[in-house]
């Protein structure tokens, strides 16, 4: 399975290339701190929208090479670079828990 396009997550695009940049270590320390500013910072339609994208991407990753996820992250504008899937999963499912 390829991975999806960027358009397909609209809002998940503008979280990741605003929080998950490539200073977000920086910035935010880690990806769960970076994603959880923009929770912080987004108004209830954007944090709504952003959920929503966050479950369908979780379900898309399934089955999914680590070379097809990190050009997924990427094509998304993130430039955190993930060890694994699961990595990725377990930060987006936080994400879900958290809210």
Request: proline share 5%.
């Amino acid at each position: 399975m390829m991975p999806r396009t960027s358009a397909e997550f609209p809002e998940l695009r503008r979280a990741f290339t605003a929080y998950l940049h490539e200073d977000f270590s920086v910035e935010h320390g880690t990806p769960a701190r970076a994603l959880q500013a923009f929770l912080t910072d987004a108004d209830p339609s954007e944090r709504s929208r952003f959920l929503v994208e966050v479950k369908r991407l979780i379900d898309h990753l399934d089955g999914l090479a680590l070379r097809d996820v990190r050009e997924l992250l990427a094509g998304l504008g993130s430039r955190w670079t993930p060890s694994s899937r699961k990595e990725v999963i377990h930060l987006l499912e936080g994400v879900l828990k958290a809210q």
